[in-house]
């Protein structure tokens, strides 16, 4: 009811303003909530998600960092699911863009308080989120059966690809702005969903503990080698690749259909917009796709910087990106 929303509005802005401490930075300002920084109104569709998302066993969750390669991650996992749904040349992403297929829990679904109908989605369900593996709600880590793929990438690209996300969405302004601020913020863990090191190496210790449960993958690795890759998901998902089907070429398929340059190329993905919790237009989700874009942005001694302060904060875990 719309009292319920009233009130829930009430509680989060004072637990907003209460929050310290505060950070501005690039696209706006964030505050620490448990360790982990938000805009205000990420935390607020974080909280009403935590809320009133009841996970069930057939559940697929997305997670990653932003900018980590979630499109790709989204347009896989949908097609390897639905694959007996509809053919490769018929697959809904020739029509939609992906966000809208696998659509993002706390960015999207739960945005400004909104509660929706998820019950009524058919299943399995593929949902994705941003959030570090501590503020998924316990029904998703409970449900025995809904698992979780999560996908990392280098931090440098990543922070390469933030940067020019924010800048072709207009939420920063200047193409010819000093990196030096958002860069010092990102190497402080004071972005949104950050720091980026806890979000990794809390999905990395869960799939060590809990390998059926939580896959574990890395955006270096998908562009190397994407067969194997789309075979991995298709197994840990209780989705494997029959014989027959690989030898008709299934997985080749469906890793050409979810290619950088086939989504790319297509007209949902070249117009339009999407509005989340931020507005963005549907190709700034596809740049450039590539592994070491960061070296046409970021000089060697700040990327020095940035490998040694992660060697340090991966220490013993056995995680390297
Ligand atoms: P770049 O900005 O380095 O090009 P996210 O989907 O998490 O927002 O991440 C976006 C990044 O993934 C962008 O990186 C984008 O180009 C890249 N990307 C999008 N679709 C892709 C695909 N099908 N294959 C490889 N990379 C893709």
């Not at 907003?16 to 300002?29: D, E, M, N, S, T």
């Not at 607020?44 to 009841?54: D, G, S, V």
């Not at 949902?127 to 809904?146: K, R, W």
Request: glycine fraction near 4%; proline fraction near 6%; include cysteine.
């Amino acid at each position: 009811s719309s009292t319920e929303v009233e009130q829930k509005d009430d509680h989060f802005e004072e637990l907003f303003q209460r929050l310290q401490p505060k950070k501005p930075v690039a696209g706006g300002l964030v505050a620490n909530y448990q360790g982990v920084w938000f805009y205000a109104e990420l935390l607020q569709a974080t909280l009403t998600f935590q809320k009133h998302f009841k996970a069930i066993d057939s559940d697929i969750i997305l997670a990653t960092m932003a900018k980590s390669g979630t499109t790709w991650l989204k347009a896989l996992t949908f097609s390897i699911v639905n694959r007996n749904n509809h053919s490769v040349d018929k697959s809904p992403l020739l029509f939609s863009n992906p966000h809208y297929l696998v659509p993002f829990l706390e960015l999207y679904l739960y945005k400004d308080g909104n509660i929706p109908d998820i019950d009524s989605m058919p299943c399995p369900r593929i949902l994705a989120a941003h959030l570090p593996y501590q503020f998924l709600p316990s029904s998703i880590l409970d449900c025995s059966n809904c698992r979780i793929i999560y996908l990392c990438r280098n931090p440098l690209d990543v922070f390469t690809s933030v940067l020019q996300f924010f800048l072709q969405n207009g939420h920063i302004s200047s193409p010819s702005m000093s990196i030096d601020v958002p860069f010092e913020e990102f190497c402080q863990g004071i972005h949104a969903y950050g720091p980026f090191w806890d979000h990794c190496l809390g999905y990395w210790d869960a799939s060590l503990k809990n390998p059926q449960k939580v896959l574990f993958l890395k955006y270096e690795d998908l562009k190397k080698d994407i067969n194997s890759s789309v075979k991995k998901m298709a197994d840990f998902l209780g989705y494997p690749f029959s014989a027959e089907e690989e030898e008709a070429g299934l997985v080749e398929e469906i890793a050409t259909l979810c290619s950088f340059e086939n989504l790319k190329n297509l007209n949902c993905n070249k117009e339009g917009e999407i509005q989340t919790v931020f507005r963005a237009k549907h190709n700034s989700f596809f740049r450039k796709g590539e592994v070491g874009d960061w070296v046409n942005l970021v000089p060697p001694s700040m990327a020095n910087r940035l490998e040694k302060l992660m060697q340090e904060k991966f220490g013993e875990s056995g995680l390297t990106l």
